[in-house]
């Protein structure tokens, strides 16, 4: 009688609600990327290993996983990896803040300034043109062998993106709303801080984006041209000792550094622009 009583006890009791099922099913479906990333992980680092050990490619050219994180302790351990990792990490930071900052400068001007625009623009885009790597002989010539002229490199490769984006996103202000700051007789000043700009702090962070990978490209590649410091140096050195396991460690630590900063950038677009996330909520729920 005593089982019966409790059968029916577990009979009345409510199941799991639809609503939080249906929601449990929406976010495993909105997460379902993150297991497909792991699983092409897995099988990215399964067909390395498999084509040098069935040896379709020679464990010279491209050593196994397994034998790069084997030798991944003697290169951080290495006593100047640190001093090399923070003089590549100071040479991005510094030349992308000033390339940036150029860069946005020079988006502002030309776009309040159809005479300046006019005036520059031809001289820009053929800046732009040119293959900025070729200049970096140049830029050790003028700034030597220290930390300036990797700077340098990182200005010249990283400035365009941001001044592109930065003239892209002023222009794009929608007519209606500047009408409705010159019908508030709003100054040019308020216009720019409380419409133009916030307008375009999307399309920017878009460009500052694009700009650190350009910035990392300027340092590595002026760090193989002329200097004793930082990651390009390092992968050079090992080249030339032929010692391909550490080229490849390398290689992966600056990928990661790379990585790491743009997720910085990241998280700075996400807060402070945070009004992007707030619209495409409002446009799920509409």
């Given amino acids: 009688m005593a089982h019966i009583q409790g ?3 577990r009979l009345d009791r409510p199941g799991p609600r639809p609503e939080k099922a249906s929601s449990l099913r929406a976010h495993l479906a909105a997460r379902r990327y993150l297991f497909l990333s792991a699983l092409l992980f897995v099988a990215i680092i399964a067909l390395w290993h498999l084509l040098p050990t069935s040896g379709l490619i ?3 050219i491209l050593p196994t996983p397994g034998a790069i994180a084997a030798v991944f302790p003697e290169v951080v351990g290495h006593a100047l990896f640190l001093s090399h990792f923070s003089f590549t990490l100071f040479s991005i930071l510094v030349g992308f803040i000033l390339g940036s900052g150029i860069g946005f400068a020079m988006g502002v001007l030309f776009a ?7 005036t520059l623009y031809p001289y820009v885009m053929g800046f732009q043109s040119t293959p900025r790597v070729i200049l970096a002989p140049l830029m050790i010539a003028w700034f030597g062998f220290g930390p300036e002229s990797k700077i340098a490199q990182a200005v010249v490769g990283c ?9 892209v996103g002023l222009s794009l202000v929608e007519e209606n709303a500047l009408k409705l700051m010159r019908s508030l007789r709003a ?6 801080r409380m419409l133009r700009f916030p307008y375009a702090m999307p399309t920017i962070f878009a460009g500052l984006k694009v700009s650190l990978t350009f910035a ?3 340092v590595i590649v002026a760090e193989f041209v002329a200097t004793e410091y930082g990651l390009g140096y390092e992968l050079t050195r090992y080249h ?6 550490q080229m490849y460690a ?3 630590i600056i990928g990661l550094l790379g990585l790491a900063l743009y997720l910085a950038i990241e998280w700075l677009d996400r807060k402070i622009v945070f009004w992007r996330a707030e619209d495409a909520e409002m446009s799920k729920l509409r």
């Avoid at 309040?112 to 006019?118: A, C, I, N, P, V």
């Avoid at 400035?159 to 003239?167: E, S």
């Avoid at 030339?240 to 396991?245: G, S, Y």
């Fill in 7 to 9: 059968d029916a006890q």
């Fill in 58 to 60: 020679h464990q010279i």
């Fill in 112 to 118: 309040f300034s159809e005479l300046w625009r006019k």
């Fill in 159 to 167: 400035f365009f993106p941001v001044f592109l984006n930065t003239l």
């Fill in 187 to 192: 100054t040019p000043w308020q216009t720019f």
């Fill in 216 to 218: 990392t490209i300027g």
């Fill in 240 to 245: 030339v000792e032929l010692a391909i396991p």
């Fill in 250 to 252: 390398i290689i992966i």
